[in-house]
């Protein structure tokens, strides 16, 4: 199984806007990916379950996949959380 | 108020609310659908067809909010596909297809499935318990579109109209189109969330309005944001004189610039609450309360040449705090402090206000029973006292930076004691002017006291009610205890306001009444100095301050203590 372990980087954590990216991300990617807060775990296309993490920014999350695609997944999706994507450009800004 | 027009004298009845956002309008009214009530479960002889059913009304949900997301753009476009996302979320579409495998109805298995995430979510408390509002509103579409019943939500009629509704959630007004010419509801408060958005885009606004949602669609009424009145059954021209007079004083107060003053020239000082440097940008179209159309959130000039106020009354810091871990670094602070400095001569800066009532992770504070009684405010200094001194620390360094003279007041202050230990600490990292906020009536009482030890007080009404009326400020059903215009509110601000005329020291208000034109010149006579309100309100307080002189407004203030 693949893993990436990596600490959230946006101000808000996985709420609102880097939530919404990060979901969008995974949903593309087409591996079924978890990710890991403690000691809950929740599909990585699943709006509800990222949110109900919790995660703010600083927590350690990890990211987990199997099968061909994985790795390549994982990259992406972590590279994207160790982004602060609330300083990315702004919707309308 | 000048031009609010006169009595309508055609109108066949009348119902009244607490006006909120200031501003007059007259229309056919349309109803918010109420959320669909969920039938007796229906035995199921075809799961496939319920499970089909619960997938096409998910899909329906998404749709609707990605197309009003289109439609809004900006950050109400990003909520609104937030929202989608969550309709189209694949864990909720199996659990509730899960449902239908076991006998459910496709309604009712929507209906459990949200109901178990509302849950969830709303165990997690803070930011994420109000989301569960959001789901709410979700579930209320889902069932609706497996109902086959018209999805709530805004209609589009295709004409301009009154929005009526029971209450509005965040869900419901990010979609606000400008055909829209005013909000009245049933249920809400002078600080609930549709008299804050109100204001924000300049749209009349009257919430607590007992039976308004017992008239019929397309009744053609009059709403008056002011005084909180609705005329019924309004004929053809007094709706033309309304739409008139209501153009004229929009463009009025488009126009209005300078400083504040009453017509006999007593200045009163016109300053605005700020969250970041962002909201002082000139962003969108016109300036102030003209705009009523999708960018009307953002649509004001907050520069000193712009709508003209005289700086900011009120800089919150919470934002730099939100949803962290660790609070922010020293030098992340004082350059989102010293980007205000530059942008603005006078600033007062309150420290952080958060606690318990607030929760911010990184404060790790306990649960408490009655977090508006508990530790929020100042009172985290007792905790955390490092918090309070790097953040000291950092506005001092950041007005060096920007060459500028800050002033710093804390919130939360009830005691004498505390005020000078703020004070000491303020003064000794080199703030000259130091103040404190008037929330708690125990500080109020002590005004005089408290001006021996700091150089201003502000006064945060929305607090003061509620500490003053034993009201909780969100409390819909205790609108009437919150209205500013209280007796015991104003005698409290009126101690204040005497006890800084006393010591030849300047006492604000930065409350939601600040920026009421019609409290304003009442606060004014009260003896308050400056006023300081949300950008959109500037203009139509200028213009209310200037049609009475200082005499007029003591005479409104010895009224409403009466």
Known sequence: MAQRTVVVASASGLHARPAKLFVQAAVKSGVPVTIRAGEKAVPAKSML???????????????????????????????????????DEAPDA | MPDSGGPWEGAAGRLTGLGVSQGRAAGPMIRLADPPELPAPRTVTDPGAEAAT??????????????????????AAEILEALAMIAEDPVLLEEAERLTGDGADAAHALDAAFARHREALAQLGGYLAERAADLDDLRHRAVAAALGLPMPGLPSPGHPYVLVATDLSPADTAGLGPDVLALVTEHGGPTSHTAILARARGLPAVVAC?????????TVIGVDGGTGEIAIGLTQRETAEVARTETARRDRLRT?????????????????????????????AGAGAAEVGAEGLGAVEADAGGTGAEGVGLFRTEFLFLDRRHPPSFEEQVAAYAEVFDRTEHVIVRTLDAGTDKPLPFLGLPREQNPA??????????????????????IAAAARQAGAEPWVMAPMVTTVGEASDFARRARAKGIAQVGVMVEVPAAALRAGRLLQEVDFLSIGTNDLAQYTFAADRQHSGLADLLDP????????????????RRAGKPVGVCGEAAGDPLLAPLLVGLGVTSLSMAPVCVPAVREALAALTLEECRERARAALD
């Open chain 2, 210 to 218: 007992e039976g308004v949602c017992g008239l019929a669609d397309g």
């Open chain 2, 485 to 500: 215009r209280q007796p015991a509110l104003l005698e409290l601000i009126a101690l204040c306001a005497e006890a800084g």
């Open chain 2, 373 to 394: 009684l508990g530790v929020r405010g100042l009172r985290v200094d007792r905790l955390l006292p490092d918090v309070l001194d790097t953040q000291l620390d950092a």
């Open chain 1, 49 to 87: 379950g990222v949110l109900s993490l919790g995660v703010v920014q600083g927590t350690e999350v990890t990211l987990e996949a199997e099968g061909p695609g994985a790795e390549e997944a994982l990259d992406a999706l972590a590279a994207l959380l160790a982004r602060d994507l609330d300083a």
């Open chain 2, 256 to 284: 209005s610039r300078g400083p504040g003053m009453t017509a006999d020239g007593h200045a009163v000082k016109l300053l605005l609450n700020i969250g970041s440097a962002a909201d002082l940008a000139p962003r969108g």
């Open chain 2, 54 to 75: 619960v997938a096409k009304a998910l899909e329906a949900v998404a749709a609707e909010l990605n197309r009003r997301a289109l439609a809004a753009g900006g950050e």
